[in-house]
Nanobody
């Protein structure tokens, strides 16, 4: 499985962005998918998770502002980010839990940078 993230950019406070994470390869082996972020000088933080059944979970810091979704037919996960704040500035990474050949492991995509200015 390979993951390709896109959609980052620079916005002002209150703006919106939509991130996408396209999966390729053995996509049938993907279970849950998630977005993480890592800001300057901070540890990696889980932002939101979506299971293969569409059950979602969010970090408290983004509840009510971010929406994670998944299009299984297109093998793509999205993160709609509204009302962005400067402390949302980070590199956003997508990840997928994969079950393949009796093993379960996490695959990571490359990051996409989100910058929110005040």
């Amino acid at each position: 499985v390979q993951l390709q993230a896109s959609g980052g950019g620079s916005v002002q406070t209150g703006g919106s962005l939509r991130l996408a994470c396209a999966a390729s390869g053995n996509t049938g082996s993907i279970n849950s998918m998630a977005w993480f972020r890592q800001g300057p000088g901070t540890q990696r933080e889980r932002v939101a998770t979506v299971t293969s059944y569409g059950v979602t979970n969010y970090a408290d810091s983004v509840k009510g502002r971010f929406t994670i979704s998944r299009d299984n037919a297109e093998n793509t996960m999205y993160l709609q980010m509204n009302n962005l704040k400067p402390n949302d500035t980070a590199v956003y990474l997508c990840a997928a839990t994969v079950s393949d050949g009796g093993r379960t492991y996490v695959r990571w995509g490359q990051g996409t940078l989100v910058t929110v200015s005040s």
